[in-house]
């Protein structure tokens, strides 16, 4: 018996890093999932990994920015396999900090595109298949960045993921009705392919590490505990929550 047997699964940014260990543990704890990625290869790779162990899942080209590419990413989940129950809006994008002065419109830009529209454009579209299923889990990853340490963070990343909050408490009230829950896990610096691409310098990454009262990156599967936790019945009791994951950082 797996946490989630019988569920079916949307996870965006799945082509590697915490999506992909997301689609490996959710398919190994029973559920049939749907993955999406810009970086195709990557993602079939999982896809290819996870039916070997004989579990269910699917890759799906997923620009998070484009509508389109939502609706056939739920379709595809939908006719697959019948129904859609959790979705992990995972997929974002953080870029070197500057002064506000000095970021452009285009940078600005595409962090809320890809950061916030994106989770606004998975839930949008998820709502209504999650309904016809009778409820649903809506899992937002945000970021310690939305939460706290404000003097320290990249303001168009630190603003995305700040509403995103907000957002995922709208969702939370508005959709309680339609037994769809909807929490946001707030992570702190995490050892991922995307946080040593911002941080490629050890002494960033030390400075970084020197605000974090544990002393260390969070470990993927540290967050992918809370992501299970909520998209199993285990938090039905639980909706617009927050969980943060950050070694005591938001304690400083």
């Known amino acids: ?7 079916v699964a949307l996870i965006s940014g799945g082509g590697r890093g915490q999506g992909a260990a997301e689609a490996r543990k959710f398919t190994a704890e029973g ?45 595809e989940a939908v006719n697959r396999y019948g129904e859609l129950h959790i979705l992990v809006n995972n997929a974002g994008i953080v870029i070197p900090r ?15 595109a890809v950061n916030l529209k994106g989770v606004f454009l998975g839930t949008k579209h998820s709502i209504p298949a999650m309904r016809a299923a009778g409820g649903g889990s809506i899992i937002n990853i945000s970021s310690v960045a939305g939460y706290g340490q404000s003097t320290t963070q990249e303001p168009a990343y630190a ?28 992570p702190g610096p995490v050892d991922t392919e995307m946080i040593h691409a911002a941080m490629s310098d050890p002494k960033v990454l030390a400075e970084r590490l020197s605000r974090v009262p544990l002393g260390r990156l969070g470990r993927i599967e540290e967050i992918i505990a809370a992501v299970m936790f909520l998209a199993s019945d285990d938090s039905a009791y639980m909706t617009g929550g927050e969980m943060v994951i950050d070694g005591g950082a938001t304690s400083m």
């Open 98 to 112: 500057v002064a506000i002065e000095d970021r452009t419109v285009e940078e600005w830009d595409l962090v809320q």
């Open 1 to 7: 018996m797996g946490r989630l047997d019988g569920k």
């Open 31 to 75: 559920a049939k999932v749907v993955f999406g990625d810009i970086r195709d290869d990557e993602g079939r790779a999982v896809e290819a990994e996870i039916r070997a162990a004989r579990g269910e899942a699917r890759y799906v080209h997923l620009d998070v920015t484009q509508e389109a590419d939502w609706q056939s990413a739920v379709a």
């Open 159 to 186: 603003a995305s993921k700040g509403a995103v909050r907000i957002f995922s408490k709208v969702t939370a009230t508005q959709h309680a009705k339609d037994k769809i829950r909807c929490n946001t896990i707030f």
